[in-house]
């Protein structure tokens, strides 16, 4: 069985603020995860993912993940946030060797302030 | 655009109208989905198709049919549906059985009056 939980249902910075946003994930196998980004009355975007190769994971926009097997977390950071990155934000884990279940969480909005 | 296409963008319909969204992909993935997102509520799996065989049925009422004619094609028809099936309604794809990610589309904003 899986599961992920995103620590934070909302989270609120400043603009030119760093961003953290927390996901702990649970598996029975080393998984694959995931960060999509859903911007208000669009689909998921994948922002970026871990397939067992470098734990420091580099996606669009600035964004990146560091998979930490030992505290079994997938958080996601930028260094600086834009008012462009408010969105929604989810984090997705899926068995290793692929299979047809995501499981996401809940989901994290970012509010971005000026 | 993501390679996953839907249509409509937006629908309205009546509890007694028969309509179908549609999903079409052009990526080559051999898996597809259809997935529900309501307000406050996390993202539901509706249907899994492998290979163009639904693999996957997550207890979804009956008012809801998925067909899925070849790899490339998704659609759900929709008949007889109630209020609280107002959703956003996304489609993805994959490539089924290995560790990359599932794309998405736009999705369709369903309304039911």
């Known amino acids: 069985a899986q599961s992920v939980t995103q620590l934070d249902s909302h989270v609120s910075v400043s603009e030119g603020t760093p961003v953290l946003l927390r996901c702990n994930y649970s598996?029975?196998?080393?998984?694959?995860l995931f960060w999509y980004v859903q911007h208000p009355n669009k689909g998921l975007q994948l922002l970026l993912k871990?397939?067992?190769?470098?734990?420091l994971v580099k996606g669009i926009n600035g964004f990146e993940a560091e998979f930490k097997k030992s505290e079994t977390s997938f958080h996601l950071t930028k260094p600086s946030a834009h008012m462009s990155d408010a969105a929604e934000y989810f984090c997705?884990?899926?068995?290793?060797?692929?299979?047809?279940?995501?499981?996401f969480g809940t989901g994290t909005q970012l509010k971005v302030e000026l | 655009e993501t390679g996953v296409t839907q249509t409509p963008r937006h629908l309205v319909m009546g509890m007694t109208n028969k309509k179908s969204l549609k999903c079409e992909q052009h990526?080559?993935?051999?898996?597809m989905y259809w997935y529900k997102q309501s307000a406050k509520k996390p993202l539901e799996l509706m249907f899994v198709y492998s290979l163009e065989e639904r693999v996957e049925n997550n207890s979804v009422p009956s008012r809801f049919s998925p067909e899925c004619p070849n790899s490339s094609h998704l659609f759900l028809h929709l008949h007889t549906l109630q209020p609280e099936d107002s959703a956003l309604y996304l489609c993805?794809?994959?490539?089924?059985?290995?560790?990359?990610?599932?794309?998405f589309g736009s999705g369709t904003r369903l309304t039911v009056v």
């Open positions: 997705v884990v899926r068995p290793t060797g692929g299979g047809n279940k995501l499981t």
């Open positions: 993805a794809s994959s490539q089924a059985d290995r560790a990359g990610g599932y794309t």
């Open positions: 598996s029975s196998y080393s998984p694959s």
């Open positions: 990526l080559g993935h051999n898996a």
């Open positions: 871990y397939t067992s190769a470098a734990t």
